[in-house]
């Protein structure tokens, strides 16, 4: 009789023991999920940017012909750009660093490209380069959003694998903190846009 209440006892603990690990574990997944989702939703705000830049490219030199320089930098960074991919997988510091330089290059691109615009005062009374200003200030403001949005996964799901007793199961399982986005070293500062 006694042996069958140990026994009973042993298994309810491991019952206990397996749930606690299943809970903690599909926890940490959803967790992880989100910010899988987060780090596409980022990519997907700066895609939208970066498909608006032939646009904006092709309206402005049919206005200012003589500005390859500026041409050539916005398709340079742009290519560069939609090279690099995040992996949520793999998320580390120095990878989201990488990224953030090619997008940093793109969004110094764009700039000397609205600066050029600017120059001319029929490209800015065009409703069609007008509209997609609009939309790039909207796309700016969406990447903002987005990582934002992301930083907040990217903590939760930090504080969750972090957090006691989540801790063991993160490290029996593999499950790593992310690196979350930074602003750069030179944030503080206006870009250059090459104009003297």
Do not use: C
Request: aromatic share 8%; hydrophobic share 45%; proline share 3%.
């Amino acid at each position: 009789m006694k042996k069958n209440k140990v026994l009973w006892i042993l298994v309810a603990v491991a019952v206990v023991l397996l749930m606690w690990v299943v809970s903690g574990y599909n926890g940490m997944v959803k967790q992880q999920e989100k910010t899988t989702t987060a780090v596409a939703n980022v990519e997907a705000a700066y895609q939208r940017r970066a498909d608006m830049m032939p646009q904006l490219a092709k309206m402005v030199r049919a206005y200012a012909k003589h500005e390859n320089e500026t041409f050539a930098a916005v398709t340079k960074a742009r290519n560069a750009a939609t090279q690099i991919h995040l992996d949520a997988e793999n998320l580390t510091p120095e990878k989201l660093q990488q990224y953030e330089v090619a997008q940093n290059q793109v969004a110094q691109a764009f700039s000397r490209l609205i600066a050029v615009a600017e120059a001319y005062p029929e490209l800015k009374a065009s409703e069609n380069f007008r509209t997609l200003q609009v939309q790039e200030e909207g796309t700016e403001n969406r990447i903002n959003e987005a990582r934002r949005a992301f930083n907040r996964a990217v903590q939760e799901y930090n504080i969750t694998i972090r957090s006691f007793p989540n801790v063991i199961i993160a490290s029996m399982f593999g499950f790593n903190t992310m690196a979350k986005f930074e602003s750069s070293a030179s944030a503080d500062k206006a870009p250059d846009l090459g104009f003297e």
